[in-house]
């Protein structure tokens, strides 16, 4: 997210799952440059690809929302928070994948 024009700025994977194949040399990808404000998420898909029981998806929309909504949060109240939004989201639907997020926030 930068603060800057309150952009999101999605960046693609650049290598397999880690631990999914033995010996994968996983890309370091390009350098990311944070101004003060921004902030960087780390997210698996199962946070936007949690579905509830009508198959609607979190979807990323929720998690963008979610992260300029959080941004005064400390980061680690920020993803329980985000974590309680998606399963309650879900409402009782069975979690299909992992929840795994790391949040980078660059101080101003």
């Known amino acids: 997210h930068r603060s800057a024009d309150d952009t ?13 194949l033995p010996d994968v040399p996983v890309d370091p990808g390009e350098p990311v440059d ?47 928070d985000l974590t309680a939004r998606v399963t309650a989201f879900a409402a009782g639907a069975p979690q299909m994948d992992d929840l795994t997020a790391v949040l980078i926030r660059r101080s101003k």
């Open 8 to 20: 999101m700025v999605e960046l693609g994977a650049s290598a397999p799952p880690l631990g999914v």
């Open 34 to 80: 944070l101004a003060p404000g921004d902030q960087f998420l780390v997210l698996t898909d199962g946070f936007f690809e949690y579905a509830d029981r009508s198959d609607e998806q979190f979807g990323m929309e929720r998690v963008h929302d979610w992260l300029r909504e959080s941004r005064s949060m400390p980061a680690r109240q920020a993803i329980l």
